[in-house]
């Protein structure tokens, strides 16, 4: 049992789910009927932030739990909460203005990418050490 990592799984749900509450605000907001995804530029922001954190929900919380599994618990849930972070610094970032979306952008792929390799060279050993 990881309540930690489960704790961090929740948290960054929570995030996505508050991101798209937003999408459904101002397209009320800006009377944009569904299914059209144009005429604000703020709309189109907060759809695009949305778009953004689910794909990069696909990486995480898979990379998350098999670093969790077989690296570190401990260290997938900083990795975890650092990514959480830097989602809502992206979300806050990119409602104001695109261009300063990247620093939230490039610290959440880091951490999917630690997340993703540290899996991968976690699984690699943990292979070799049972003789796969």
């Keep these: 049992m990881l309540p930690g990592t ?11 789910f508050g991101i798209t509450v937003n999408v459904s605000r101002t397209r009320v907001k800006f009377k944009i009927p569904a299914p059209q995804i144009s005429g604000n530029p703020y709309f189109e922001r907060s759809l695009r932030i949305q778009q953004n954190t689910v794909e990069q929900l696909i990486l995480f919380l898979p990379s998350l739990w098999l670093f969790s599994s077989f690296v570190s618990s401990v260290w997938a849930n ?6 959480i972070i830097s989602r809502i610094v992206y979300a806050l970032s990119y409602y104001q ?12 792929a880091l951490m999917i990418l630690i997340l ?6 976690g699984i690699v050993i943990t292979l070799l050490k049972t003789g796969f």
């Design 78 to 83: 900083v990795i975890g909460s650092v990514w």
């Design 97 to 108: 203005a695109p261009e300063k979306r990247t620093v939230g952008f490039a610290i959440s």
């Design 116 to 121: 993703l390799i540290g899996s991968l060279v």
């Design 6 to 16: 489960s704790l961090i799984t929740v948290l960054a749900l929570i995030v996505y």
